[in-house]
């Protein structure tokens, strides 16, 4: 990477962190410059930013994007369609069209923002593995 190409480092300083994690986890950019995409494809994410050239290796989200959707997401969900039974007890098909494609889309659509929310948070917050401190240091992101 070119250092004259490469942009201001901590981009999340003028509207904080927690701010800059929350815009572009949701917007999938990279946690660095904040206008690459961080994704390619729904949601693998890519080996680097084609914008700033932050290398994406220490994105290691692992089953955080699944927990978050499960919590936040599916629970939510679940009672609702707890509430439609118990309320109105509806023939099986109205859970069939709704409650099934609910359930399936809101959990789907809800993984790409938490995974972009929780590999932006690990860049800011600098957040590694036990035992990857020189990849951090190689993929030179300590300056
Ligand atoms: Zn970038």
Redesign the pocket.
Known sequence: MNSETRPEHFAWSEEGKWKWIARVGWKGL?P??G??PLFQGWLKVRES?P??G?DYRFATPDDGPAFFALCLTAFPLIFFVVWLEVAYAPPWWVHVITSGPLMALGTVASLRPFKGWLVASQYVNRAEEAGTEDLARRIDRRD
Do not use: A
Request: proline share 0%.
């Open positions: 990279c660095r410059c206008k690459g930013c914008v700033c932050l």
